[in-house]
């Protein structure tokens, strides 16, 4: 079966920086990551598509990077740099078939990671 598998997430303070992984078990040409918080609908944070080409929403533009390993083409990196409270949701790392930041285009999804940003 296909799995999608989130880790590094965690807590830190705002300005600091954690780089999160998505683990697949296939090469898929188009993934993305999302997130979402209890008082916000899932929202797609990037997109990175097999042209090479990734699309970022505009909060996290400059600060995001997304990035797929050369070695192990299956598995999807997101650095986050400069983090600040707003960035605080849980992570979901996501495959599919649009190059698009619309939930969607994606039809499967890990089962996410936390990430925690403090004053």
């Known amino acids: 079966a296909v799995q999608l598998v989130e880790s590094g997430g965690g807590s830190v303070q705002a300005g600091g920086a954690l780089r999160l992984s998505c683990a697949a078990t296939?090469?898929?040409?188009?993934m993305g990551w999302f997130r979402h918080t209890p008082v916000k609908e899932r929202e797609g944070v990037a997109t990175?598509?097999?042209?090479?080409?990734?699309?970022y929403a505009e909060s996290v533009k400059g600060r995001f990077t997304a990035s797929k390993d050369n070695a192990n083409k299956n598995n999807l990196y997101l650095q986050m740099n400069s983090l600040k409270p707003e960035d605080s949701a849980m992570y979901y790392c996501?495959?599919?078939?649009?190059?698009?930041?619309?939930?969607?285009?994606?039809?499967?999804w890990g089962q996410g990671t936390q990430v925690t940003v403090s004053t």
């Open positions: 296939d090469n898929f040409v188009y």
């Open positions: 990175f598509c097999m042209s090479g080409g990734t699309t």
């Open positions: 996501a495959a599919g078939w649009r190059c698009t930041l619309e939930e969607a285009g994606f039809d499967t």
